[in-house]
């Protein structure tokens, strides 16, 4: 039963992130804002949404282990295996201003978590308000430069739809997205426990690969509509809203423990996976990644995986 109510939830994904993809693009036309903004946004923080719903509660039921490794395992999958599968059919081109701007905020919200939890080997409330403040004053800033971004690579088809109609695809989107993550992750869980599997391993692999469809879904439909500003604008944004978003929430609603062997082992893991991005961006032709840095990321991926167990 388990296997087909995972099977389910994965559907549920696919149309979900169709919704979402349609009432995002339609919404950018409307308000002339660039692509790129509202996948770092509006997609970003909905596909997020079943990593933070995990997080909280797992943080509520003394899981802080699953909380933790559900953020940190997601933000290492969005790049070394969401980012690689989209790479696997198309390419995407780099600007200046996303090295400028939302690249350098993916990197400090990345030491910033380090340096927080490497004191004393938590999240307080006070943590969680700092990275609440550092989330907003970045969408503030990414709204207020909106209008001059120039990043957008593809245009698409102008959609004549009503507001009415963009919310409500917009919000039965986010639904689904949830619910079949929900479903999804549920019946992961149970196969996983079934077969022995620890609590953080199930963390930073099950629960961070099935919370992270829904941005492999969003992205794999962008891609497939000629979208890649959105496709890579949603992978960027989930991870800087599951650290700055998803921790900061869960750590302001409950505090959070963060075990040695995170800090240790998970988070360079997923620092280094946010290095190479700049790395092969200029290699072997200059503000793109391609099929190579697709492949070289998954095997990094196997890699993580297989030392993790």
């Known amino acids: 039963m388990e296997y087909l109510l995972l099977l389910l939830g994965f559907v549920i994904l696919i149309k979900g992130g169709d919704w979402l993809l349609n009432s995002s693009v339609n919404f950018s036309l409307k308000l002339n804002i660039p692509k790129i903004i509202v996948g770092l946004t509006v997609v970003s923080f909905a596909t997020s949404a079943p990593e ?18 559900n953020v940190i395992g997601s933000n290492i999958a969005n790049i070394a295996l969401i980012l690689a599968v989209v790479l696997l059919f198309s390419k995407i081109s780099l600007n200046k201003s996303f090295f400028q701007k939302d690249y350098v905020i993916l990197l400090f919200s990345t030491f910033l978590f380090y340096l ?23 969408v503030a800033y990414l709204i207020k ?81 000629k979208e890649n500003a959105i496709s890579f604008g949603n992978i960027i944004g989930s991870n800087i809203f599951n650290i700055l978003c998803v921790l900061g929430l869960t750590s302001l609603i409950h505090p959070i423990n963060i075990a040695p062997s995170f800090l240790l082992f998970d988070f360079w893991w997923m620092l280094l996976i946010v290095l190479l991005i700049p790395v092969f961006s200029f290699l072997p032709q200059k503000g793109t990644i391609d099929y190579k840095f697709g492949i070289f990321l998954l095997v990094a991926y196997l890699g993580y995986l297989y030392l993790s167990f």
Do not use: C, Q
């Not at 927080?116 to 970045?138: A, E, P, R, T």
């Open 145 to 225: 430069s909106a209008r001059t971004d120039t990043f957008d690579d593809t245009s698409a088809e102008f959609v004549n739809v009503s507001w009415v109609k963009i919310i409500l695809t917009l919000l039965l989107g986010i639904i689904a997205l949830y619910f079949g993550s929900e479903l999804l992750v549920s019946n992961a869980i149970i196969i996983s426990k079934k077969l022995g599997v620890s609590e953080r391993v199930i963390g930073v692999t099950i629960v961070a690969i099935g919370t992270s469809l829904p941005e492999l879904v969003a992205s794999l439909v962008a891609i497939k509509k």
């Open 116 to 138: 927080l939890s490497f004191y004393d080997h938590n999240l307080s409330s006070i943590d969680g308000i700092i990275f609440i403040l550092i989330l907003i004053i970045y």
């Open 52 to 69: 933070l719903m995990v997080s909280v509660l797992s943080a509520f039921n003394g899981s802080s282990d699953l909380a933790v490794g």
